[in-house]
């Protein structure tokens, strides 16, 4: 008999039921596992869900692009089988301008040449070499994402092996491919775009991408890795995702939950735990907030990193140095969302005034950006920096009932906006007073592209760092469970020492975005963190 | 008759000086070809008003590195380096932060504003100690080259990585930190009282075009730490006679081993033939002659203008011209009539024998390299004040003193007007900031010279005025400095090599660029 409780009922019992819990459920389950997923909400997919908003409004209250989805989840789970469809929008990217003008990236490259080269000769003479050379360096980042960071210390061939073999398909990019790789990785967006680019509304496009979702200017180095994990849930040949599931981001987390049904997870909903428990430094079940304990051979959490450690295992069970790792990762959340109920179609200018081929609606399909350049989200961004929201925010939306006219009742439309900057921590005011601000400053904005909007709107509901964090449990409302950071990914993520999944608890492990790779609905973490706990459960499977 | 060398240095710069000695030392008949009529490029001292000596551009130094003091005897051709003990941050609400050699006085200061971070003080400096003494090594040897596959190169990484498995997990991952995170997140690990985080912070963004909340910066603050291992808090120094004394001691020992230096020499190109070099073309149409040359300009001369771009692999070019290279910093010199006197502590004594920063937050720091973002001058600038003449009284006449200012931000590409337009406006901006804290300062200036990145530009040449000859961010450090694959001194061109700030390890007064350089020239002659 080892450490394993007599009367464990589970081998596994999951902590939230995020896309990437529920992906590692589906792992563990798959390979035989008793696996018990329990959910605090009455709702699956965590961050990555569809509510009713508003009456008669369902709407993606969290992420509403999946195009980072690992297409091995997608064939590993059957998730095809189980109801997973995803809607590819012919426009990828509509970016209106203040002047009237606009810039369309669309999923056929030539179409967007040719808009680009409206703006820039030049800039669409560089288009083709930008993309080929952006697709060698995603790929070869899409690599590393589904491998686990060994820790520095590491001498083990398990650790080293793969990133060895990774770093071999890397040189096959060439010496100027791999060179150019390590370069680019650590540079800010804005050096990176520069360097190919001289128009500010392509930049603009594409540099808000680096910055999504992180207290980061396109001026801050590292923000070019973001920009290429950004890029990197692209299709062929496009420099931005789009890319939605049918029916809304809850599909996504239902066929993920049905793929595990049928492998025999439990998924329990409304089910708040309020303690990890352990004994002699292992772990040893959960404990409900009814006081219902539940034991199992392993606990893993999809929870935040400081979630986690420091409120359901608690800092007494935690060395003080790794308690000090947990407190210092930054999240500083930047991101709000502006859902808004609108009784009609909005018409941006931009869109109105050009003579395009098909009807207006379809430049409205993908993500409309509102960014027109660097100087303009950085400028967005040094407000944040002292504490303040941006005056002219950056804008990232989508307007779902384009592609799926049941999100609203009959002929009314929704809007989903990603606004930058709204820091968490505000230096003056409290955002339950500011976020009706910054919602009638989006709206005001939006008025300005497209005028008449103001008197469309049917409903709003803004949700605030301070919300996404008490409705997600995204710590600081960060949409990663830790910023992106260079100096926070990788072999540092989520603490130094503890790159692989596993925690200072023994049979405790971590399968969020708080680990490597990190955030988005790419599902990695949660393959990657179950992959590991199934070598350690291998391990253990005899000795009893 | 022609004349003929074994190699022609370009720049007598303290590198091209470094480099010329390492060669003259090894026996070679080595020519210095200096454009101005002074020698050092910026590592210089000049009279510019009779009786002050300007540290014109470079004040300070820390970071040469001890094994050329020793190899080039610089104690035996007149080096001396004064201590530079203290650093003073005055603050705006009259206060002050004062940290010297001297650890309690020190942390008891920084407790006056936080007990925890006098806490933590100690265990910083015992960190940045090891780090430095780690990153020592790196400082050391000629790049690797990642990309090649040839069993020469795998060794050297191989051994690279040896050195840093050496190091114990929690230094790894405290490395790993430095390399990539902000300088301001790296010191809000430790500290929280804004006068110790600002001031430490600002040591990471020197000569860089970021703020302190820019990732990479902590590089820069640990590039500022190395100095300090040798000689411990010693080891930030002036060197007597300022720091034009460095690079005299340094030609003086390239002299004593033979090389040849000439002044007002400017070189206007780099003769091939057949593909290699064979000496240099003068401005004044002079052809020299050599069987190598070695430029320590920076990579933009080096590579765009000494020789025909046509001649060099297209990604070299390009890689060139991308290499960043932003000027972000001016210099203002001053000539006083007396002492200047600081609001936080009156009266003269050994607290202004130190480095004075006006560093008082990180936001402080930040706000001016907003500023500067969008193409204008810091209208509260980072200033690094140090004075001279309290040092070595042979810098003024007695009883007068010499002010240098180093001041962030000062962005070389400007969103409107010239530098000539604004060069007094900017001097006027630092006065104004700096008399905030000494309030007799405008009352005494006797002469003032401000130097806009545009004059450290055209006076010593340095490609957009930057201190660096290219900033120290990740992606242009070690096998990426100056460009992916030359990073090991050599260039396209056969027996043409460069020597400068450009090439690893980077900017500051280290000499380790010249003296690498050198070392791979004569390993590549012996084979």
């Given at each position: 008999?080892?450490?394993?409780?007599?009367?464990?009922?589970?081998?596994?019992?999951?902590?939230?039921?995020?896309?990437?819990?529920?992906?590692?459920?589906?792992?563990?389950?798959?390979?035989?596992?008793?696996?018990l997923?329990?959910?605090?909400?009455?709702?699956?997919?965590?961050?990555a869900?569809?509510?009713?908003?508003?009456?008669?409004?369902?709407?993606?209250?969290?992420?509403?692009?999946?195009?980072?989805?690992?297409?091995?989840?997608?064939?590993e789970?059957?998730?095809?089988?189980?109801?997973?469809?995803?809607?590819?929008?012919?426009?990828?990217?509509?970016?209106?301008?203040?002047?009237?003008?606009?810039?369309?990236?669309?999923?056929?490259?030539?179409?967007?040449?040719a808009?680009?080269?409206?703006?820039?000769?030049?800039?669409?003479?560089?288009?083709?070499?930008?993309?080929?050379?952006?697709?060698?360096?995603?790929?070869?980042?899409?690599?590393?994402?589904?491998?686990?960071?060994?820790p520095?210390?590491?001498?083990?061939?398990?650790?080293?092996?793969p990133?060895?073999?990774?770093?071999?398909?890397?040189?096959?990019?060439?010496?100027?491919?791999?060179?150019?790789?390590?370069?680019?990785?650590?540079?800010p967006?804005?050096?990176?775009?520069?360097?190919?680019?001289?128009?500010?509304?392509?930049?603009?496009?594409?540099?808000?991408?680096?910055?999504?979702?992180t207290?980061?200017?396109?001026?801050?180095?590292?923000t070019?890795?973001?920009?290429?994990?950004?890029?990197?849930?692209?299709?062929?040949?496009?420099?931005?995702?789009?890319?939605?599931?049918?029916?809304?981001?809850?599909?996504?987390?239902?066929?993920?939950?049905?793929?595990?049904?049928?492998?025999?997870?439990?998924?329990?909903?409304?089910?708040?735990?309020?303690?990890?428990?352990t004994?002699?430094?292992?772990?040893?079940g959960?404990?409900?907030?009814?006081?219902?304990?539940?034991?199992?051979?392993?606990?893993?959490?999809?929870?935040?990193?400081?979630?986690?450690?420091?409120?359901?295992?608690?800092?007494?069970?935690?060395?003080?140095?790794?308690?000090?790792?947990?407190?210092?990762?930054?999240?500083?959340?930047s991101?709000?969302?502006?859902?808004?109920?609108?009784?009609?179609?909005?018409?941006?200018?931009?869109?109105?005034?050009?003579?395009?081929?098909?009807?207006?609606?379809?430049?409205?399909?993908?993500?409309?950006?509102?960014?027109?350049?660097?100087?303009?989200?950085?400028?967005?961004?040094?407000?944040?920096?002292?504490?303040?929201?941006?005056?002219?925010?950056?804008?990232?939306?989508?307007?779902?009932?384009?592609?799926?006219?049941?999100?609203?009742?009959?002929?009314?439309?929704?809007?989903?906006?990603?606004?930058?900057?709204?820091?968490?921590?505000?230096?003056?005011?409290?955002?339950?007073?500011?976020?009706?601000?910054?919602?009638?400053?989006?709206?005001?904005?939006?008025?300005?592209?497209?005028?008449?909007?103001?008197?469309?709107?049917?409903?709003?509901?803004?949700?605030?760092?301070?919300?996404?964090?008490?409705?997600f449990?995204?710590?600081?409302?960060?949409?990663?469970?830790?910023?992106?950071?260079?100096?926070?990914?990788?072999?540092?993520?989520?603490?130094?020492?503890?790159?692989?999944?596993?925690?200072?608890?023994?049979?405790?492990?971590?399968?969020?975005?708080?680990?490597?790779?990190?955030?988005?609905?790419?599902?990695?973490?949660?393959?990657?963190?179950?992959?590991?706990?199934?070598?350690?459960?291998?391990?253990?499977?005899?000795?009893? | 008759?022609?004349?003929k060398?074994?190699?022609?240095?370009?720049?007598?710069?303290?590198?091209?000086?470094?480099?010329?000695?390492?060669?003259?030392?090894?026996?070679?008949?080595?020519?210095?070809?200096?454009?101005?009529?002074?020698?050092?490029?910026?590592?210089?001292?000049?009279?510019?008003?009779?009786?002050?000596?300007?540290?014109?551009?470079s004040?300070v130094?820390?970071?040469?590195?001890?094994?050329?003091?020793?190899?080039?005897?610089?104690?035996?051709?007149?080096?001396?380096?004064?201590?530079?003990?203290?650093?003073?941050?005055p603050?705006?609400?009259?206060?002050?932060?004062?940290?010297?050699?001297?650890?309690?006085?020190?942390?008891?200061?920084?407790?006056?504003?936080?007990?925890?971070?006098?806490?933590?003080?100690?265990?910083?400096?015992?960190?940045?100690?090891?780090?430095?003494?780690?990153?020592?090594?790196?400082?050391?040897i000629?790049?690797?080259?990642?990309?090649?596959?040839?069993?020469?190169?795998?060794?050297?990484?191989?051994?690279?990585?040896?050195?840093?498995?050496?190091?114990?997990?929690?230094?790894?991952?405290?490395?790993?930190?430095?390399?990539?995170?902000?300088?301001?997140?790296?010191?809000?690990?430790?500290?929280?009282?804004?006068?110790?985080?600002?001031?430490?912070?600002?040591?990471?963004?020197?000569?860089?075009?970021?703020?302190p909340?820019?990732?990479?910066?902590?590089?820069?603050?640990?590039?500022?730490?190395?100095?300090?291992i040798?000689?411990m808090?010693?080891a930030?120094?002036f060197?007597?006679?300022?720091?034009?004394?460095?690079?005299?001691?340094?030609?003086?020992?390239?002299?004593?081993?033979?090389?040849?230096i000439r002044t007002?020499?400017?070189v206007?190109?780099?003769?091939?033939?057949?593909?290699?070099?064979v000496?240099?073309?003068?401005?004044?149409?002079?052809e020299?002659?050599?069987?190598?040359?070695?430029?320590?300009?920076?990579?933009?001369?080096?590579?765009?203008?000494?020789?025909d771009?046509?001649?060099?692999?297209?990604?070299?070019v390009?890689?060139?011209?991308?290499?960043?290279?932003?000027?972000?910093?001016?210099?203002?010199?001053?000539?006083?009539?007396?002492a200047?006197?600081?609001a936080?502590?009156?009266?003269?004594?050994?607290?202004?024998?130190?480095?004075?920063?006006?560093?008082?937050?990180?936001?402080?720091?930040?706000?001016?390299?907003?500023?500067?973002?969008?193409?204008?001058?810091?209208?509260?600038?980072?200033?690094?004040?140090?004075?001279?003449?309290?040092?070595?009284?042979?810098?003024?006449?007695?009883?007068?003193?010499?002010?240098?200012?180093?001041?962030?931000?000062?962005?070389?590409?400007?969103?409107?007007?010239?530098?000539?337009?604004?060069?007094?406006?900017?001097?006027?901006?630092?006065?104004e900031?700096?008399?905030?804290?000494?309030?007799?300062l405008?009352?005494?200036?006797?002469?003032?010279?401000?130097?806009?990145?545009?004059?450290?530009?055209?006076?010593?040449?340095?490609?957009?005025?930057?201190?660096?000859?290219?900033?120290?961010?990740?992606w242009?450090?070690?096998?990426?400095r100056?460009?992916?694959?030359?990073?090991?001194?050599?260039?396209?061109?056969?027996?043409?090599?460069?020597?400068?700030?450009?090439?690893?390890?980077?900017?500051?007064?280290?000499?380790?660029?010249?003296?690498?350089?050198?070392?791979?020239?004569?390993?590549?002659?012996?084979?």
């Amino acid at each position: 008999m080892t450490g394993r409780p007599f009367s464990a009922r589970y081998d596994v019992i999951l902590i939230g039921a995020g896309h990437n819990g529920l992906v590692t459920a589906g792992y563990l389950g798959k390979a035989g596992y008793r696996v018990l997923v329990l959910e605090a909400r009455e709702i699956l997919g965590g961050a990555a869900t569809t509510e009713e908003i508003f009456p008669g409004f369902r709407a993606d209250t969290g992420s509403f692009d999946a195009g980072g989805f690992l297409p091995q989840v997608v064939a590993e789970l059957s998730l095809r089988k189980h109801g997973l469809r995803f809607v590819e929008t012919p426009v990828v990217a509509f970016a209106p301008q203040p002047d009237g003008r606009a810039l369309t990236l669309w999923r056929e490259p030539g179409k967007s040449l040719a808009e680009i080269e409206q703006f820039s000769r030049e800039d669409a003479e560089k288009f083709p070499q930008f993309q080929s050379q952006v697709q060698r360096m995603t790929e070869a980042l899409r690599r590393m994402m589904t491998l686990t960071p060994p820790p520095l210390s590491s001498y083990h061939a398990r650790d080293l092996l793969p990133w060895l073999r990774a770093a071999v398909d890397v040189r096959r990019m060439g010496r100027q491919g791999l060179m150019d790789f390590l370069r680019v990785l650590p540079m800010p967006v804005a050096d990176f775009l520069d360097e190919w680019f001289e128009n500010p509304v392509y930049k603009g496009i594409l540099g808000s991408l680096g910055v999504r979702g992180t207290m980061a200017g396109p001026r801050s180095p590292g923000t070019a890795l973001l920009f290429l994990y950004g890029v990197q849930g692209a299709a062929a040949k496009q420099s931005r995702s789009s890319r939605f599931v049918r029916g809304g981001m809850l599909q996504l987390a239902e066929a993920l939950a049905r793929a595990a049904h049928e492998h025999g997870v439990e998924i329990r909903t409304g089910c708040r735990i309020s303690q990890v428990c352990t004994h002699a430094g292992r772990a040893t079940g959960v404990l409900l907030d009814n006081g219902e304990e539940i034991l199992a051979r392993v606990v893993v959490s999809n929870a935040s990193p400081r979630h986690t450690f420091l409120d359901l295992v608690g800092p007494e069970q935690l060395e003080v140095r790794f308690v000090r790792e947990v407190n210092n990762i930054r999240y500083r959340g930047s991101l709000a969302r502006v859902i808004l109920a609108l009784d009609a179609l909005p018409h941006f200018r931009a869109a109105a005034s050009r003579e395009v081929l098909t009807k207006e609606g379809t430049l409205l399909s993908g993500h409309t950006v509102l960014c027109p350049g660097l100087d303009y989200l950085e400028r967005a961004y040094d407000a944040a920096k002292y504490g303040q929201i941006s005056e002219h925010p950056v804008l990232d939306l989508s307007i779902p009932t384009m592609l799926d006219a049941s999100f609203a009742p009959p002929g009314k439309h929704l809007m989903l906006i990603n606004v930058q900057y709204a820091p968490y921590h505000l230096a003056e005011g409290d955002w339950d007073v500011e976020k009706g601000r910054l919602g009638r400053r989006v709206i005001d904005l939006l008025d300005e592209y497209a005028p008449g909007l103001q008197n469309l709107v049917l409903h709003q509901e803004v949700l605030s760092p301070v919300d996404l964090e008490r409705r997600f449990g995204l710590p600081e409302g960060c949409i990663y469970h830790g910023q992106m950071a260079l100096d926070q990914l990788l072999v540092m993520r989520p603490v130094p020492g503890y790159s692989q999944y596993r925690t200072p608890i023994q049979g405790l492990y971590l399968c969020g975005a708080g680990t490597h790779p990190g955030g988005g609905v790419t599902g990695a973490p949660g393959h990657n963190a179950a992959r590991e706990i199934l070598h350690d459960l291998r391990l253990r499977s005899h000795p009893v | 008759m022609p004349e003929k060398y074994d190699a022609i240095v370009i720049g007598a710069g303290h590198n091209g000086l470094v480099n010329a000695a390492y060669l003259a030392r090894a026996g070679l008949k080595v020519l210095v070809l200096e454009r101005r009529h002074v020698i050092g490029g910026a590592t210089v001292t000049e009279e510019i008003y009779p009786g002050f000596k300007f540290t014109v551009f470079s004040y300070v130094v820390s970071l040469l590195r001890p094994e050329i003091i020793r190899d080039l005897e610089l104690s035996r051709h007149g080096l001396t380096i004064l201590p530079l003990e203290s650093t003073l941050s005055p603050l705006p609400d009259g206060d002050r932060l004062y940290r010297d050699g001297d650890h309690y006085r020190s942390s008891r200061d920084i407790a006056r504003f936080s007990p925890r971070d006098a806490d933590a003080y100690e265990d910083y400096g015992q960190t940045m100690y090891f780090m430095a003494k780690a990153v020592k090594h790196i400082l050391g040897i000629i790049p690797p080259d990642p990309a090649a596959l040839h069993p020469g190169e795998l060794r050297n990484l191989a051994r690279i990585a040896r050195h840093f498995l050496d190091l114990d997990e929690k230094q790894a991952y405290t490395l790993a930190r430095l390399m990539t995170a902000s300088s301001a997140d790296f010191v809000e690990r430790w500290f929280e009282s804004e006068p110790l985080k600002g001031t430490l912070s600002a040591s990471g963004i020197i000569g860089t075009y970021l703020g302190p909340r820019s990732p990479g910066t902590a590089y820069v603050l640990l590039h500022h730490y190395m100095g300090e291992i040798d000689g411990m808090f010693r080891a930030w120094g002036f060197s007597k006679g300022g720091t034009g004394g460095i690079s005299e001691a340094i030609a003086r020992s390239a002299g004593a081993f033979g090389a040849e230096i000439r002044t007002n020499a400017p070189v206007a190109s780099v003769i091939l033939r057949q593909d290699r070099a064979v000496g240099v073309a003068l401005e004044n149409g002079d052809e020299i002659f050599a069987d190598l040359v070695v430029s320590s300009l920076d990579p933009r001369q080096t590579f765009l203008k000494l020789v025909d771009t046509d001649l060099l692999p297209a990604d070299l070019v390009t890689a060139i011209r991308r290499f960043n290279i932003r000027g972000s910093s001016g210099k203002v010199n001053l000539a006083l009539d007396a002492a200047p006197q600081l609001a936080c502590w009156p009266g003269v004594g050994p607290h202004l024998s130190g480095a004075i920063s006006i560093s008082p937050s990180i936001d402080y720091i930040e706000r001016a390299y907003d500023d500067s973002k969008y193409g204008d001058f810091s209208r509260q600038p980072y200033i690094d004040v140090i004075i001279p003449s309290m040092i070595d009284p042979d810098m003024a006449p007695p009883g007068k003193h010499v002010m240098s200012c180093f001041v962030q931000y000062a962005p070389y590409q400007l969103r409107e007007g010239t530098w000539d337009e604004k060069r007094e406006a900017f001097g006027d901006t630092v006065i104004e900031t700096l008399a905030e804290y000494f309030p007799n300062l405008k009352d005494i200036i006797l002469h003032r010279q401000v130097l806009t990145p545009k004059d450290i530009e055209e006076t010593v040449g340095l490609t957009e005025g930057n201190i660096f000859q290219g900033e120290l961010s990740l992606w242009q450090l070690f096998f990426l400095r100056p460009a992916p694959g030359f990073a090991d001194y050599a260039t396209p061109i056969k027996n043409y090599y460069q020597c400068g700030s450009g090439t690893h390890p980077g900017g500051g007064i280290t000499g380790a660029p010249g003296r690498l350089a050198a070392l791979e020239i004569l390993k590549r002659r012996k084979r």
